[in-house]
């Protein structure tokens, strides 16, 4: 122990380093791992707190994983169990609040992820060779958007509007398509394609159906061939 008496009943397994009231560093004798602990010792059967107080542990595994953990307050001497927050395993992979990852997987968290910048949009980024594919983002007037190539495709704005081809309600001037929020749906063409493209596969019969209040009010509807 530096300026601290150790724990009597460390485990025989394990040479350890006692310092100050609670903190710990010891390792097996033989080829487990390597710990790093606060308030906590073991015993050979048992993880105790050496104090009245929270624990923690970091562990370097002896299969070459990274692992943190940590345990409620407790009282001196007394059992107490660890809990994994995370891990880095021998491939690189990280998982957070798991301790099991899953094939493939680089990162995998269990529960809620959040990404809340001090300012300005919070942003997820995709790619694929070390280059930039796509990005999705949520700026500071919750509007989100989705963008390839880098240019935006489309995006939800802060109404619930649905976008596609435009960063802002088309109009006559300018491409675009919307889904508004209310369900109405508009489609802005200013060149040769068509503003509405629909495809029967047989020939002849409806192609479009207007209905109001689950009643037929209208269709288009094709006979023959073109």
Known sequence: GIG???????????????????????SSTGASGTWFTRNAYYDGTNFKYIATDEASAYEQGADGSHR???????????????????RIDASGSVGIGTSSIGSGAKLQVEGETRIYPASGAAVL??????????????????????????SERM???????????????PSGSTDGAVIF????IASYVTS???????????NGGDV????????TVGRISAVGGP
Not at 132 to 148: I, R, Y
Not at 181 to 184: E, I, K, P, Q
């Open 155 to 169: 995006r939800i704005d802060s109404s619930g509007n649905f976008l596609v081809g435009s960063s802002s309600t």
């Open 192 to 202: 040769a394609p068509p503003a509405v493209f629909s495809r029967n596969s047989s």
């Open 4 to 26: 601290v008496t150790p724990e009597s009943t460390w485990d025989s397994g394990f040479n350890a380093l006692q310092v100050g009231s609670r903190g710990a560093l010891w």
């Open 208 to 215: 479009v159906v207007i209905q109001q209040q689950g009643t």
């Open 125 to 150: 980024r995709f790619g694929s060779g070390g280059a930039e594919k796509g990005k999705l983002q949520v700026d500071t007037s919750s509007n989100m958007a989705f963008e390839t190539a880098g």
């Open 68 to 86: 943190w953990s940590n345990a409620s307050s407790g009282t001196a001497d007394a059992n107490l169990t660890l809990s994994e927050r995370m």
């Open 181 to 184: 929020a209310s369900g109405t």
